[in-house]
């Protein structure tokens, strides 16, 4: 008799050990197939993206937001986005100032101001030269990038390195001189007068 409740118990044990098991896969199987969805989702905005027309699309909103945007150079480096704005909100409505920075933060000392309306560039343009915190302003219309248009620039000797040509130094192999060591050659020059020598 204690044989089969042992039996029973062993049984009951691994009826529930293998339900344990089964919902373990179940919760898995659910995850992948998440996993999939997600990656599906992904796949077809990075899709969306290498799209030729919507890349096409995106290069002519860039095209047209940069119309309505001008470069401002030497920007004093304590200006804030706020005084920028101020000081363009005569030419129009401001949409956006982006002050450039490098990877501490620091800024770079120029920003780019988009407006809402095109014509507001030509009055931002009037600006050129004007002061803003004691430093005068360099306006211009902001240029469109076009990717892959890259101008090769070739790479500028330093003057205080040496000459380094891309082929390893390869000696000139030694020529025995054929008038013994330390023997040069004389050869008769024609006398003629040389204030000079």
Known sequence: MEGDVEMAAEEEGAALE????????????DEAAALR??????????????????????????EEVDSRSVF??????SC????????FQSCGTVNRV?????????PKGYAYVEFLEPE???????????????RQLKVSA????????????PRRSNPYMGFRSRTPYM?????????????VPRFRVPMRYSPYF
Request: glycine content about 6%; overall charge neutral.
């Open 18 to 29: 293998l339900d344990d098991m089964k919902k373990r896969l179940k919760e898995m199987e």
């Open 37 to 62: 969805e997600m990656q599906a989702k992904v796949e077809q905005e990075m899709g969306a993206v290498q799209d030729p027309a919507a890349a096409a699309a995106s290069q002519t909103n860039r």
């Open 72 to 77: 401002v150079g030497n920007v004093d480096y």
């Open 80 to 87: 804030t986005p706020e005084e920028v704005q101020q000081h």
């Open 98 to 106: 982006t002050i450039r920075t490098n990877k501490y933060g620091q």
């Open 120 to 134: 507001a560039v030509e009055q931002a343009i009037l600006l050129n030269e004007s002061e803003l915190h004691g």
């Open 142 to 153: 902001k240029r469109t990038n076009v990717p892959g248009m890259k101008q090769f620039r």
């Open 171 to 183: 000696p000139a192999p030694y020529l025995y001189s054929p008038y013994g060591y330390g023997k």
